[in-house]
């Protein structure tokens, strides 16, 4: 059951960046570590960073580290992906989740995610060269 709205979503050049949103209404994220993961038609969803409920952690896929920014603010209720520098490979849907399970570090966490979290629809990312 889809409990969480993903926002910003886009055509960019390649260059360009995006911030992606991620709100839960109904759900307050606050007690929930959040992550993003994206999906390419015919390839597995790739995990791309999570963050700890509080913001105080955060963890990255090598293929994003030093140009996505994962970051939350629990006032809004909201989980933010950064992304710098786009690339045509970076075109996908893009999928915030959250969940109660808080260690984020956990080699299980993303399957835990997969199993057990609540996702977003996805928002459509396309980056042109």
């Known amino acids: 059951q889809v409990q969480l709205v993903e926002s910003g979503g886009g055509l960019v050049q390649a260059g360009d960046s995006l911030r992606l949103a991620c709100a839960g209404p109904?759900?307050?994220?606050?007690?929930?570590?959040g992550g993003w993961f994206r999906h390419v038609a015919g390839t597995e969803r790739e995990f791309l960073a999570a963050?700890?409920?509080?913001?105080?952690?955060?963890r990255y896929a090598n293929s994003v580290k030093g140009r996505f920014t994962i970051s939350r603010d629990n006032a809004k209720n909201t989980v933010y992906l950064q992304m710098n520098n786009l690339k045509p490979e970076n075109t996908a849907i893009y999928y915030c989740?959250?969940?109660?399970?808080?260690?984020?570090?956990?080699?299980?966490?993303?399957?835990?995610?997969?199993?057990?979290?609540?996702w977003g629809r996805g928002t459509q990312v396309t980056v042109s060269s």
């Open positions: 989740a959250a969940h109660r399970a808080s260690d984020i570090f956990s080699v299980d966490w993303e399957g835990v995610v997969a199993d057990s979290g609540v």
């Open positions: 109904g759900r307050t994220l606050s007690n929930y570590a």
């Open positions: 963050i700890t409920w509080g913001g105080g952690s955060t």
